[in-house]
């Protein structure tokens, strides 16, 4: 046996171990592989998850019981450690009209009418919770947006990280049209910083949508894509992203998502520690030997 050989085997060995440990923490019950949630379609290819929302009749509204599902999923991700990037798009020809109005909306305003302000306030918080859980799971979100991307649709879109739309498409944040402030689930926050706090005025305070053109001259949009293209070109890049430093691409995400609050001399000393991180992994070790001998980097994600 070369040298070469044992140290590889040694590698192994020790990749194994670490992945054993990491696992005693994981949920007992987790199982993407065989997941088959009730709310929404869950695909799994290899890396990449694929979340559709599939209630085409009434362009894919959400329901009291699919944002929870959906939030638990998105918190889960967290342990998922073979998945390494997620698609989130909708069935039919549209991505998400919003809240639905008579399973949402309506339990809603009796909640109002009873003065349940703690079931409002629980409600608020569970759908903000669904935003936070898209935000810390390491995997990078790619969505793929057609048709309507409404209320809490245009949430949902907002709070991926790659935006792939359609020229047809309707982005709108439409809470102020049901006597809400447009400050909803982190939109006053995110949403600005996306495509400007003009812009991002513009469309909070009046509820209208933007379509795709505008999306796309805006920086909401990442791409603009044919409508029968803009899935597998979703897709296409999820897949890029979980063939590549996958461990990096993690770090990033989270840099992004904590330097919002953050001056800039704490932002350089964060991403300081967070390189000096990545340096430790076997992934950059990787990249310079296929630099030396001019080759593509294969990534393991460690």
């Known amino acids: 046996m070369s040298t070469t050989d044992g ?15 990491a696992r005693r923490f994981h949920p007992s019950s987790l199982d993407f592989v065989n997941f088959v949630p009730k709310h929404f379609v869950w ?44 698609v989130l798009t909708g069935a039919g020809g549209n991505f998400c009209s919003g809240g639905d109005v008579h399973e949402i909306i309506g339990p809603l305003v009796d909640m109002q009418r009873n003065g349940d302000m703690s079931g409002l306030l629980a409600f608020t918080r569970m759908t903000g919770d669904l935003v936070k859980a898209m935000r810390a799971c390491p995997q990078p979100i790619v969505v793929a947006i057609d048709g309507i991307c409404a209320g809490a649709g245009a949430i949902l879109a907002m709070a991926s990280d790659l935006r792939y739309g359609t020229i047809r498409s309707k982005v709108a944040f439409l809470f102020v049209r ?12 995110m949403l600005p910083r996306i495509i400007g ?8 305070y009046s509820g209208r949508a933007m379509d795709g053109a505008e999306a796309e001259r805006w920086g909401f949009y990442n791409k603009i894509s044919e409508p029968d293209a803009v899935l597998e070109e979703a897709r296409a890049m999820a ?10 691409h993690a770090m990033t995400k989270r840099c992004i998502h904590q330097e919002w609050s953050m ?20 992934d950059y070790e990787r990249a310079y030997e296929a630099f030396v001998r001019k080759e593509k980097p294969t990534f393991d994600g460690n």
């Open 263 to 282: 001056s800039i001399d704490d932002s350089i000393e964060a991403e300081a520690q967070a390189q000096a991180i990545c340096m430790q992994t076997k």
């Open 43 to 86: 695909q799994l290819d290899g890396k990449v998850a694929t979340i559709t929302l599939n209630r085409p009749e009434r362009k894919n509204p959400l329901t009291l019981e699919s944002y929870a599902e959906l939030r638990d999923t998105f918190r889960n991700l967290v342990y998922a450690d073979g998945i390494k990037a997620i």
């Open 178 to 189: 049901v006597g809400l402030a447009g400050a909803d689930m982190g939109a006053c926050n």
């Open 197 to 204: 706090a003009g812009r991002a005025a513009e469309l909070l």
């Open 7 to 21: 140290a590889g085997k040694v590698r192994t060995e020790e990749k194994r171990v670490l992945h054993d440990t």
């Open 239 to 248: 897949k890029s992203l979980a063939a590549g430093p996958t461990f990096a």
